[in-house]
């Protein structure tokens, strides 16, 4: 029953946060939406400050765990690694695709909250993709390029379906929720690792394996 | 001297709700930055509502003023009016770096005001970009390939600096707002347009020409 209520207020929260803002929504909007009262909220996450942390530290750890596990493939050969990486990062978001967008907005907000996420949770993001980076200059099977410009590119990739949910379902007809998009995209994000970042001779093994 | 003071309201806006939210700014605080009182900002704006409009107007504007001139080049080919659109607009965003920061955020949020944004200004910059690649496609320039999924990466391309100013300079030491990021950005912007879109007959021709 606690078990449940704490679900169920996360759901509302995440929710509300998305759709209002986490400014415009109150402990109010979300005990009623979640069918509890304030009290078992403050029970659960104490305040709304502490349901935001919360939410942030459920997304970037998993998030986190992702990477690593991705990374554990590395001497298999860095392209290998990176697109595992970004096909277990964008099912991850498809599956939060709600959290996802409410934590990207607020991630570009200038808050206490947002500097101790970005020197834990993205330093160590940076550090596997240097890392993978690295390794595929160095195996020859990328081509050189500035670190920091790859990784703007691969996350802008990455999060845009996300940042924008309305503008996608309501302007493009995308629905980034779905295992349609997830199959169609990834598709998109492994072509602009062979494309953007593999050399020939990456390539043209890689066909041979096939 | 009125001219003066709705500048100043409108830079201490901006700078405001780009690093407290929209909704964490309040009035006084506009007031207090810009060196004005609260009647001045109701003269020029009514109130923080109408001031958020005026935001997006402002910016939107512009925007799709950038697009409608870079398509004016289609007769020279899709590519060279895709590469034009890409850095007029890339300029653009370096140029206003916190104001597209604060739009962006306030975009992913599902409001009437954004909805209206949407169904204007978003549906118009969908047109061009969908001309731009059907007519790639017509003249063999560009690869077929789904024109909503390739809307997704150029503006994920475009807007993820300027989503995450922090996470750019904090994280990844880039500076999203000078002039060195942009010429090394709109090279990668052009790199993607030459990898992902154009076919080997246009990249043979483009160096012939070159």
């Known amino acids: 029953m606690k078990k ?3 679900e169920a207020i996360l759901k509302a929260a ?25 009290a078992t909220i403050a029970y659960h996450f104490e305040n709304k ?10 997304f970037f750890e998993q998030y986190i765990k992702k990477m690593e596990e991705a990374y554990s493939s590395i001497e298999k ?10 096909a277990d990062l964008l099912h991850f978001h ?15 907000l200038d ?16 550090y596997y993709l240097q890392k993978v980076f690295e390794r595929g200059f160095e195996w020859n099977e990328f081509r050189p390029h500035s670190i920091p410009y790859l990784i703007t590119q691969l996350k802008g990739l ?12 309501e302007v ?26 593999c050399t020939d001779i990456t390539r043209k093994r890689e066909a041979v394996l096939k």
């Open 14 to 38: 995440i929710l509300l946060f998305n759709s209002k803002g986490y400014t415009g929504t109150s402990i109010r909007d979300i005990a009623s939406a979640a069918k509890v009262n304030s």
């Open 111 to 126: 808050s206490q909250m947002v500097r101790e996420i970005m020197s834990t949770y993205l330093l160590k993001e940076k």
């Open 158 to 169: 990455l999060m845009m379906p996300f940042m924008n949910t309305h503008y996608m379902r």
């Open 172 to 197: 493009l007809y995308v629905f980034p929720n779905e295992q349609f998009f997830e199959q169609k995209y990834l598709k998109d994000l492994h072509l602009w690792i062979d494309k953007m970042l």
């Open 94 to 108: 498809c599956e939060n695709s709600q959290l996802a967008s409410f934590i990207y907005r607020e991630m570009s």
């Open 77 to 86: 050969g860095a392209m290998v690694c990176l697109k595992r990486m970004t």
């Open 4 to 6: 449940n209520s704490k």
């Open 49 to 58: 400050a502490g349901l935001l942390e919360y939410c942030f530290t459920y």
